[in-house]
C-alpha cells in the first residue's frame, strides 16, 4: 500500500481507515513503508484495529520523519531506500495506491511499468474515490494518442473508486 505521509484533509485520512479496516476484516497483511503518520499510519492502526498484520518496512534514516510504526507485527528497518521498496514489492501480492505525493507516484509508477514490461504480474490497483488522480490519468490518456504511452501499459492499471473493489482487484491473484 503506497499513499501520502503528509499532512492531508480529513477525508482522505477516513479513507484511508476505510481501506485499513477492510484489509483487516478480510484477514489480509498490510505491508506498508513503515510510517505513523498521516495515511500511512491511519491505514496501519485501522488494519490493526480490525484483527489484520500489519508489516512496516521503512529505511533508518526515515525513522524519525515519518514516526516509525512501532507497533506494526513487524518492522523491518533497511538501511537505503531502495532496499525498502524492494522489500515492499517482494512481500507484496498485489499493489494498491491510495492519493499521496511525489514519494507515493514514484512507487505507483515503478510497480506499474514493471508490471507493464512483465517483471511482476500482481495486481496494480489504484483507489480513488474522489478524482484526485484524474488529471494525471486524463494526461497520460492524451498521450497514447501521440505515441508516447501505449493503451496496454495503462490498461495494466486498475483504476477503482471503492475500497471493496480495490480489495478484491489486489488479492485476485
Ligand atoms: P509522499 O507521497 O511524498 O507523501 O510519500 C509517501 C511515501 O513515499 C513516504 O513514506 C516516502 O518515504 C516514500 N518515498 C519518497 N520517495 C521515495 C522513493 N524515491 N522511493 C520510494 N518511496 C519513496
Redesign the pocket.
Known sequence: M?????PVDGAYLDLATELGTAIGTGGHTLVS?G?NISM?GAVAEATRAAGGRTVGIIPRA?MER?VADLGADELVVTET?RE??RQMDDRADGFITLP?????L??LFETWTAGYLGMHDKPVVMLDPGGFYAPMLDWLQSLTGQGFVRQAALDRLTVVDSVGMAIEVATAR
Do not use: Q, V
Not at 2 to 6: D, E, L, N, T
Not at 100 to 104: E, F, L, M
Open positions: 503506497y499513499c501520502a505521509s503528509g513503508g510510517g500511512m526515515l515519518e531506500m525498502r521498496k499521496g505525493g511525489i514519494g507515493t514514484e512507487e
